[in-house]
C-alpha cells in the first residue's frame, strides 16, 4: 500500500526554526516533493528532492534520506506569513504515469 | 489572467442536480489533473489528462465524468453527487506528465458542497 505520514499540527514562535517531519512507504520513489498551502488557496511548490541530502533554497530547506523513507522541511527565521499547511508528496510510478501521493499535511501555526 | 484558474470558487448543489467545475491554465502546459482535497484527509488523484488524452482514472465513481477538450481546459461534470462528495476540488497542471521532474502549477480549488 501506499502510506505518507506527517505530524497534523505543529506550532513555533515568529523567528524561530522548525521541523516539519515526513514518512513514507509507497510502491515505488521517484522524488518527493513539498508544497505549501495557506487556507483557501492553492498549493504552491516549494522543493523537489531525489537524491538523498540537503536541498536550500532561502529559509527553507528540504531533507531526504531514501534508505530510511524519510524527509522533512526545515523553514528557519519563521515569519508570521508562513502559518500555513505543508504537504509532503511522494512521486511513485501509477498505472499510465507517474503520479504524486500526498500525505495528510501539517498545518502550522506561527505565534508573535 | 496568469497561472491556473477554477471556476465557480464556490459551488453548492443538491443531489439531483448536474453541473460543471471549468479549468483553466494559461502556462502552455501539456498535462492537467484533477484532484480531491477532503477535510483531513490526503489530496486525492481523480483524473490526469496528458494532450488531452486521459492517462489515468483513479477508480472515481461514473458521476464525476472529466472532459478535456484542448490542452488549456479541463472541465469536471457532475451528476448524482452524494453528501460525502462534498470537498475542495483541486485542478493542477505541469508542462509534462510526472514521468520527469516537473512541478505541479494548483489552482485555486472550487469548495464544493452537495446538500
Known amino acids: 500500500g501506499q502510506n505518507i505520514d506527517q505530524p497534523t499540527e505543529m506550532t513555533a514562535t515568529e523567528g524561530a526554526i522548525v521541523q516539519i517531519n515526513c514518512t513514507y512507504q509507497?510502491?515505488?520513489?521517484?522524488?518527493l516533493f513539498w508544497y505549501q498551502q495557506h487556507a483557501g488557496e492553492a498549493p504552491t511548490f516549494l522543493s523537489y528532492n531525489v537524491l538523498d541530502g540537503l536541498e536550500e533554497k532561502g529559509r527553507f530547506s528540504s531533507f531526504l534520506s531514501r534508505s530510511k523513507g524519510y524527509s522533512y522541511l526545515l523553514l528557519k527565521e519563521l515569519q508570521m506569513k508562513d502559518s500555513a499547511s505543508y504537504l509532503c508528496?511522494?512521486?511513485?510510478?501509477?498505472?499510465?504515469?507517474?503520479?504524486?501521493?500526498f500525505g495528510t499535511g501539517t498545518r502550522l501555526q506561527v505565534f508573535p | 489572467e496568469t497561472g491556473v484558474t477554477q471556476t465557480p470558487r464556490h459551488l453548492v448543489m443538491g443531489m439531483t442536480n448536474k453541473k460543471s467545475l471549468k479549468c483553466e491554465q494559461h502556462?502552455?502546459?501539456?498535462?492537467m489533473y484533477w484532484y480531491k482535497q477532503s477535510a483531513k484527509k490526503p489530496l486525492e488523484l481523480m483524473f490526469v489528462y496528458s494532450l488531452e488524452e486521459r492517462v489515468e482514472n483513479n477508480s472515481v465513481p461514473s458521476r464525476f465524468s472529466p472532459e478535456c477538450p484542448n490542452s488549456s481546459h479541463l472541465f469536471l461534470h457532475l451528476h448524482t453527487l452524494q453528501p460525502e462528495d462534498s470537498a475542495l476540488y483541486l485542478c493542477?497542471?505541469?508542462?509534462?506528465?510526472?514521468?520527469?521532474?516537473?512541478?505541479?502549477?494548483f489552482g485555486p480549488g472550487t469548495r464544493l458542497t452537495v446538500t
Open positions: 502556462l502552455g502546459h501539456n498535462a
Open positions: 493542477a497542471s505541469s508542462q509534462d506528465l510526472v514521468g520527469r521532474f516537473d512541478e505541479q502549477y
Open positions: 509507497t510502491s515505488g520513489f521517484n522524488g
Open positions: 508528496a511522494v512521486r511513485a510510478p501509477g498505472e499510465g504515469t507517474d503520479k504524486l501521493i
